[in-house]
């Protein structure tokens, strides 16, 4: 079983910050792409950031910041300036081989919430 958590969403101001992480567990033998998407109320889920760092949604490009951490299995997405329409859930992706072959896994979700 492999399991995709995220952590660090919340309440913020307009202009405020909030970093995401995401950590991958459970039966792994390597990882490979990783990446973050979101999904407004009412909207289709869209991706914002990733696999490659230097990857992003033109709607994020120079407020938001995706790393990763390969020895702890984590990804993060670092997000400053946040405006109101960046409320959404945030989901991460990632492509994960337990010994035979990828397969791509979802986390469960991070709700984030920008007020004006």
Do not use: H
């Amino acid at each position: 079983q492999v399991q995709l958590v995220e952590s660090g969403g919340g309440l913020v101001q307009a202009g405020g910050s909030l970093r995401l992480s995401c950590a991958a567990s459970g039966s792994i033998f390597s990882i490979g792409a990783m990446g973050w998407y979101r999904q407004a109320p009412g909207k289709q889920r869209e991706w914002v950031a990733g696999p490659v760092t230097t990857d992003y949604a033109d709607s994020v490009k120079g407020r938001f910041t995706i790393s990763r951490d390969n020895a702890k299995n984590t990804v993060y997405l670092q997000m400053n300036s946040l405006k109101p329409e960046d409320t959404a859930v945030y989901y991460c992706n990632a492509r994960i081989s337990s010994g035979s072959g990828y397969r791509t896994y979802w986390g469960q979700g991070t709700q984030v919430t920008v007020s004006s």
